[in-house]
């Protein structure tokens, strides 16, 4: 170990910015531009890319792969066992994308052999404080959770979701992309793409439309998804109605019909319910 308290790997003398107190396994994968904190701990199937900083008292464990330019802060533990009493010791996974950042004391279990057995977070997402992302939880990209949000197993998080402060999800629950929910949201069904949802019990109660503007959503596209909303939230009709409802609506809105038609297909497929 040099004067600086960096170590070099051993195939190729090149300094890593391993704290000398950290405890990294050496059958871990960590590329040479890896930093790792004090007392972190890395078990010997993790596998860490380009760039990323693991931050202070840190435990990465399981089999677990983290990708490239991540942000990990302290008091993290990601690849645990599952909370689940029928996990077995299978061989089960984690896998985390590019430019997520992971604030202090969120946890990130391994998948189950009941399901795909993999648990899954996307690229460029922003997870603050205290998260859970519960065994098979399936994240894609560019979403916020905010503090304390808690996912139970098997739930499943479209492109661009934002979920306010102590949003709980229940198991097997679907959030669809771009839709939001409000600070202390219980969410027990699906929620349908571009959707808000909040209040006690929560309800939905809109579109993001602040949120789609900034994405580059053109007001035509925007107006297509409000009457689309309107149709199956608003206007009494039965789910089954409104469905067919949405089909003529994207039919006569080409600008919006692909939206309308992605609203269509997620309500088809909800398994819990959709709530409205």
């Keep these: 170990m040099c004067h600086t308290g960096w170590r070099r790997r051993p195939e190729s003398g090149s300094l890593m910015a391993i704290h000398p107190s950290a405890i990294v396994d050496p059958k871990a994968e960590l590329d040479s531009s890896v930093e790792v904190g004090p007392y972190s701990i890395i078990g010997p199937n993790v596998k860490i890319g380009a760039r990323t900083k693991v931050g202070p008292h840190v435990v990465i464990d399981g089999h677990t792969t983290i990708g490239e330019d991540n942000r990990i802060f302290q008091f ?72 304390s949000a808690q996912l139970a197993g098997h739930v499943h998080i479209g492109d ?70 309107k149709t199956v939230y608003r206007s009494g009709l039965t789910l089954e109605e409104a469905k067919t409802k949405l089909l003529e609506e994207a039919a006569a809105s080409p600008e919006s019909a692909k939206y309308i038609e992605q609203m269509h297909t997620f309500i088809s497929e909800a398994q819990r319910g959709l709530l409205r």
């Design 160 to 229: 661009w979701v934002i979920l306010g402060g102590f949003t709980l999800i229940h198991q097997f629950c679907r959030i669809g992309d771009h839709a939001m929910t409000g600070f202390g949201a219980k969410i027990s069904q699906d929620i349908s793409p571009f959707v808000m949802a909040s209040g006690t019990p929560t309800t939905a109660y809109g579109i993001n439309a602040e949120g789609l503007r900034r994405r580059g959503f053109s007001p035509d596209q925007i107006t297509g998804i409000k009457r689309a909303y």
């Design 76 to 147: 993290t533990s990601l690849g645990g066992v599952p909370q689940d009493k029928k996990y077995a010791g299978e061989e089960t996974k984690l896998e985390i994308g590019d430019r997520n950042t992971i604030r202090e004391f969120c946890t990130f279990n391994l998948g189950t052999a009941q399901d795909v057995g993999v648990t899954r977070l996307g690229n460029d997402n922003w997870i603050m404080a205290y998260v859970h992302l519960a065994h098979d939880c399936q994240v894609g990209n560019h979403t916020i959770f905010a503090n």
